[in-house]
């Protein structure tokens, strides 16, 4: 053990005396190491994410969507959803806990004397809150006789609460959607951006009678219709039949597709884990060239090192030094060399990952999982690129290389 100890001491003051060389060799990993760590907590946090959503989406609950699939990107709807659907999937499926319309005002105008902002507005019902496990944080919501009533009152989420009001209390107020006077009876919690840059607090929720009748002049058709289901239904065995209702409601024929679609946890998961994997395909590529660039300008420095030190080589040979300790070494040195690397590259992999974050909110989560699968990695790197120099110079002929 003393003799192991000694020779990573000598290990390490060759890694100090050899600057140059040690400072190209790390370089080299950390690039490779950050991008690995950047891999590792972007499936972490991707996941994180995802069940954090779900969590806020409800582990039990969907969101049925008017229109194609194909058209699920866009903010385009094609409204083939109507209320009668909702009556009817009411009627049809005792699992359902809670039903709610919802209709979409894109675009929307909202002022309060001199401050004006763009929001979109949102009719829903009054279950809206346990719809979505989504709360006030002041003021009430509306009440069941406001929506038959079709009444201008609103609930507001926080962003839109700074811009229009500053410090001033909103409950209570009367501020102007598309020059239409509606009063504010409460704000929602703050919820923050979606993984896609969506900020969620920037809403206005109006009663959906008042949308429909008042606004859309439309009272037939709805965009969405979101359900919560009692706690231990099989959500992935409903939402098959709701999609067969729906369908036989619609009198779409067998080649016809849904003119709907149904979004529910396992989509969500699918979308996150859809997300992570091309920026892991492109990060692996980046990591993975960064490590064999790495480790190639390891293996030639080293094998430049070790034609610069025959000299001592052989002299440590002549002293009695067994071909093992020559090889443990160098191996030594890379071990050292490949660590370094591995927490610079991980604190440029923070460093990224911030970055990645302000620039596009995608979920990361450093762990010490990335840490340890960086180590392990840095140091299977400088192993197997330090190799054949170590035998190569464990395998010298002492007394020819004192004479060179």
Same mark, same amino acid.
């Given at each position: 053990?003393?003799?192991?100890?000694?020779?990573?001491?000598?290990?390490?003051?060759?890694?100090?005396?050899?600057?140059? =060389?040690?400072?190209?060799?790390?370089?080299?990993?950390?690039?490779?190491?950050?991008?690995?760590?950047?891999?590792?907590?972007?499936?972490?946090?991707?996941?994180?994410?995802?069940?954090?959503?779900?969590?806020?989406?409800?582990?039990?609950?969907?969101?049925?969507?008017?229109?194609?699939?194909?058209?699920?990107? %866009?903010?385009?709807?094609?409204?083939?959803?109507?209320?009668?659907?909702?009556?009817?999937?009411?009627?049809?499926?005792?699992?359902?806990?809670?039903?709610?319309?919802?209709?979409?005002?894109?675009?929307?105008?909202?002022?309060?004397?001199?401050?004006?902002?763009?929001?979109?507005?949102?009719? %829903?019902?009054?279950?809206?809150?346990?719809?979505?496990?989504?709360?006030?944080?002041?003021?009430?919501?509306?009440?069941?006789? @406001? &929506?038959?009533?079709?009444?201008?009152?609103?609930?507001?989420? %926080?962003?839109?609460? =700074?811009?229009?009001?500053?410090?001033?209390?909103?409950?209570?107020?009367?501020?102007?959607?598309?020059?239409?006077?509606?009063?504010?009876?409460?704000?929602?919690?703050?919820?923050?951006?979606?993984?896609?840059?969506?900020?969620?607090?920037? =809403?206005?929720?109006?009663?959906?009678?008042? %949308?429909?009748?008042?606004?859309?002049?439309?009272?037939?058709?709805?965009?969405?219709? =979101?359900?919560?289901?009692?706690?231990?239904?099989?959500?992935?065995?409903?939402?098959?039949?709701?999609?067969?209702?729906?369908?036989?409601?619609?009198?779409?024929?067998?080649?016809?597709?849904?003119?709907?679609?149904?979004?529910?946890?396992?989509?969500?998961?699918?979308?996150?884990?859809?997300?992570?994997?091309?920026?892991?395909?492109?990060?692996?590529?980046?990591?993975?060239?960064?490590?064999?660039?790495?480790?190639?300008?390891?293996?030639?420095?080293?094998?430049?090192? &070790?034609?610069?030190?025959?000299? @001592?080589?052989?002299?440590?040979?002549?002293?009695?030094?067994?071909?093992?300790?020559?090889?443990?070494?160098?191996?030594?040195?890379?071990?050292?060399?490949?660590?370094?690397?591995?927490?610079?590259?991980?604190?440029?992999?923070?460093?990224?990952?911030?970055?990645?974050?302000?620039?596009?909110?995608?979920?990361?989560?450093?762990?010490?999982?990335?840490?340890?699968?960086?180590?392990?990695?840095?140091?299977?790197?400088?192993?197997?690129?330090?190799?054949?120099?170590?035998?190569?110079?464990?395998?010298?002929?002492?007394? @020819?290389?004192?004479?060179?």
């Amino acid at each position: 053990m003393r003799k192991l100890l000694k020779i990573f001491k000598e290990a390490f003051l060759a890694v100090k005396a050899y600057k140059l =060389r040690t400072f190209f060799s790390v370089l080299g990993i950390s690039f490779g190491i950050a991008s690995l760590s950047i891999i590792v907590a972007s499936v972490e946090g991707a996941f994180h994410r995802a069940y954090k959503i779900i969590d806020a989406f409800g582990p039990e609950s969907i969101i049925i969507f008017g229109g194609k699939e194909e058209n699920k990107g %866009v903010r385009v709807r094609i409204k083939t959803l109507t209320i009668d659907d909702l009556k009817a999937l009411k009627q049809a499926f005792p699992e359902i806990k809670i039903i709610m319309p919802v209709l979409y005002i894109d675009d929307m105008t909202v002022r309060y004397k001199k401050n004006s902002t763009k929001t979109k507005g949102y009719g %829903v019902s009054t279950d809206f809150e346990e719809a979505w496990s989504w709360y006030l944080q002041e003021g009430r919501f509306f009440t069941e006789e @406001e &929506v038959k009533k079709k009444k201008y009152v609103c609930v507001i989420g %926080v962003y839109v609460k =700074r811009e229009l009001f500053e410090k001033e209390d909103p409950v209570g107020k009367v501020i102007f959607i598309n020059q239409i006077p509606c009063k504010v009876l409460g704000v929602l919690e703050e919820r923050g951006t979606t993984p896609t840059g969506r900020n969620l607090d920037n =809403r206005v929720l109006l009663p959906y009678t008042t %949308v429909m009748y008042k606004i859309n002049h439309d009272p037939v058709y709805i965009n969405a219709i =979101r359900i919560k289901f009692y706690r231990g239904t099989d959500v992935n065995a409903v939402v098959e039949e709701i999609r067969k209702f729906l369908r036989e409601r619609h009198r779409l024929k067998d080649d016809e597709p849904d003119d709907f679609f149904i979004l529910s946890p396992k989509e969500i998961i699918n979308f996150l884990v859809t997300l992570t994997g091309s920026l892991v395909l492109f990060l692996g590529l980046s990591s993975a060239i960064s490590l064999i660039v790495g480790g190639f300008v390891l293996t030639n420095l080293f094998l430049l090192s &070790v034609s610069e030190r025959k000299q @001592e080589i052989g002299i440590r040979r002549a002293l009695g030094a067994k071909k093992k300790d020559i090889l443990l070494h160098f191996l030594y040195e890379a071990i050292i060399i490949t660590t370094i690397g591995a927490f610079l590259g991980f604190g440029f992999g923070i460093l990224g990952s911030k970055l990645l974050t302000k620039v596009g909110d995608f979920p990361v989560y450093f762990s010490y999982k990335a840490f340890l699968i960086a180590l392990l990695v840095s140091t299977v790197v400088g192993v197997l690129s330090a190799l054949s120099p170590a035998l190569k110079a464990s395998r010298l002929n002492p007394i @020819e290389a004192i004479r060179s």
